[in-house]
Structures are given as structure tokens and as C-alpha cells.
């Protein structure tokens, strides 16, 4: 729920916030004890498919803020209270996150549940022109700390941290697979019938195939380095924020792994609209990423390729529905008009990851 300061703004939008509703978000971080300098104004912050992120300043401090997109959306993709919910929840453990500040489930002003976090410096590396900014030995520290973060986040007792019910800790691949397959029916309907076959495929092929559950944890389900925010010091990298959170649940780290090393595809930039650093050649591939995660002391990558398989499901569904957004005219900008080119490049390298 962090972005760095040097993020470049969106041109004024439908999605500006007007002083009437910078007014009553005022309100609400007043109402949970912050003492604010002065008005609020407010920059929606570049980056992002799903949720808006904006930088609020009130002259003398700084806060983030995440709302659900003004229209075009899908039913359970949007919701920035859980997101906040696992933030706090975290905050006491080793796991990196914004301070939680405030939550607004009032639908009335934004027409969305809000949440704003404290701000947190650091860098989002996002473009491949960005990474290539690192020499080789802070690419490798790079990696090292993204993979012991997720390492753990895995091992945090989710019970433990107030999160029971976060989400069943029982099925995840097959909640999953049935998740992601409404999802389809939501956003697919568009497509090419050609796609809707490779999809019908893969999701029969996964519902066979399924993988076994053998550990249970808190999975962020989007995790990549772009997600995060990283302090750079000379050759040492730390993660200062591991940010969106919206696919966030109790599940199987395993799954949580497949999707980083999903996002290395180079279908990816296709859905970012541009060479994006998660896809830079000069990152380790599946195998090395997944190597990187186990030497941190994650969990044992078990049934792995079946894992990758439903990764590359529900990016392809995921990015059907960027697709599904820009066509309803509720979303513009790189990536947005070229995010359904990457669904069938999706479903078929999850099909290749399966047994025929």
C-alpha cells in the first residue's frame, strides 16, 4: 500500500479525487487519532490493475491510500478492508509492512471501501531500464531478500497473528481453481472462442490435477518484486514493504512461489504494457527463483509444476479482466489495451506445465 515518492502521477482522470472527498478522508484519518497539519491533497500514484493507490500529504506528513477502481468491477477483486485487515495484522512481526492508519468501509463517499497506510520509503522497482540501474551483486541481494521475505511471511502463524479467519486453511488449490474459473465466466465472456477453449482446457486439466496441500500459511498471491518496496545501500538490499495485498489469504505457500516465478513469463509485459524488471533475462529463471526460496527456509516446494499450472490460470484470468475493465471504458493507459493479447499465451504455458 506504498509506492516510492519518484513514482510518476496518471494525468487527471475520472479517478481524481474531488475536495468534497479529500474532505471526508480527512474525517476519517481524524477519526483514528491522526492530527492532521493542514488540508489533504492528493496524487494517484502510477502502477496498478486492480485497486487505485493515491499519496495523501497534509503539508508535513504523508499517507497511501487504496480505493477500488470508480467502475468496472468484479465481484471479490476489489477488497482494500481485507487488504488492510493482513497489513495490521503483520505490522508486529518480521514481515515488512506500511504502518495501518485507517479504514473506511462506508461505501458513501469514494463509492468504495478506502484504506490508508503510513508512507514508506523505498524504491519500486517496476521498469526493466530500473533494474538494469543494479549492478550484478545488488541483483543478487535483490533476490536474496525478496526470497527471505517470503519465506517469512510463510512462517508466521497466522492464528497466532489474529488472522483464523482470514480464510480456510483447508482446499486452497481447489478453492482456487473454482475461484478463478467464476472469475472467467465474469471477464472472459469478450474473448475469442479459440480462447475460450484453451481456458475450458486448462481448467479441466487442472481439476484433475489438482495439487496436494502439505503446509498452510499466509500467501500473499501476488508477490513479485514490483510488489515490494527496497532500500538500496551500497551492495545490501532490504525489503522495506511488501505492498498489495488484495489476493491475500490463508493457503498454501507453495502457491504463493509458482505465482512469483509465474510473473518471470514474458507474457507478463504484455499486461504491464512495457519491459517490466520482473521479466529482465538478468533474473533467475523458475528453477533458480524457486532454489533462492527454498535456501531461505520456505516450505518444500511440493507438486510444483501443478502449482505453476494454476499460476498461469489465474494471471490469464487476471489479465482478462484488465482487458474486460478497458473495454468498459473504466480503464486506460499502458498495458491496459495489450493485457488481452497475454491470455492465450497464459493458458497455454499452463497446459504445458500439466500431464497430457
Known amino acids: 500500500m506504498t509506492h516510492d515518492d519518484s513514482a510518476q502521477s496518471q494525468p487527471s482522470t475520472q479517478n481524481d479525487l474531488s475536495p468534497a472527498e479529500l474532505a471526508g478522508i480527512a474525517d476519517v484519518l481524524r477519526d ?39 467502475a468496472g468491477r468484479t465481484p471479490s477483486a476489489h477488497d482494500v478492508a481485507r487488504e488492510y485487515r493482513v497489513i495490521k495484522a503483520l505490522g508486529p512481526t518480521d514481515v515488512p509492512v506500511a504502518p495501518a492508519v485507517a479504514v473506511s468501509e462506508d461505501d458513501t463517499l469514494l463509492g468504495g471501501d478506502f484504506a490508508i497506510c503510513g508512507f514508506v520509503e523505498g524504491r519500486a522497482i517496476q521498469a526493466q531500464a530500473e533494474l538494469d540501474t543494479l549492478t550484478d551483486a545488488q541483483l543478487e541481494k535483490t533476490v536474496e531478500a525478496l526470497s527471505g521475505t517470503l519465506a517469512a511471511l510463510h512462517r508466521v502463524d497466522h492464528v497466532a497473528v489474529g488472522l483464523e479467519r482470514f480464510g480456510r486453511p483447508d482446499a486452497y488449490a481447489a478453492r482456487q481453481h473454482k475461484r478463478w474459473t467464476g472469475q472467467w465466466d465474469i471477464v472472459g465472456t469478450h474473448l475469442d472462442p479459440s480462447v475460450h477453449q484453451l481456458a475450458e482446457r486448462l481448467a479441466t486439466r487442472l481439476a484433475d ?72 533475462p538478468r533474473l533467475p529463471d523458475v528453477e533458480g527463483l524457486a532454489a533462492a526460496y527454498e535456501r531461505a527456509g520456505g516450505v518444500p516446494l511440493r507438486d510444483f509444476d501443478q502449482h505453476l499450472a494454476l499460476g498461469y490460470y489465474k494471471l490469464a484470468v487476471i489479465s482478462a479482466g484488465i482487458d474486460h475493465r478497458y473495454r468498459a471504458g473504466a480503464a486506460h493507459g499502458d498495458g491496459f489495451d495489450t493485457a488481452g493479447q497475454a491470455v492465450p499465451l497464459l493458458l497455454e504455458a499452463g497446459l504445458a506445465r500439466l500431464p497430457r
Open 32 to 70: 483514528a487519532g491522526v492530527d492532521l497539519a493542514g488540508p489533504l491533497t492528493s496524487r494517484l500514484i502510477a502502477g496498478g490493475r486492480s485497486n487505485l493507490t493515491y499519496r495523501l500529504d497534509d503539508g508535513a506528513a504523508a499517507w497511501v491510500m487504496r480505493t477500488p477502481p470508480r
Open 209 to 280: 490435477h489438482l495439487p496436494e496441500q502439505a503446509s498452510t500459511g499466509i500467501v500473499h498471491g501476488d508477490y513479485r518484486l514490483d510488489n515490494t518496496l527496497v532500500q538500496i545501500d551500497g551492495d545490501d538490499v532490504r525489503v522495506a514493504a511488501v505492498v498489495d495485498w488484495e489476493l491475500s489469504t490463508i493457503g498454501d505457500p507453495v502457491a504463493d512461489v509458482a505465482s512469483m516465478c509465474v510473473y518471470r513469463d514474458p507474457a507478463f509485459d504484455l499486461i504491464m504494457g512495457s519491459p517490466c524488471a520482473w521479466t529482465s
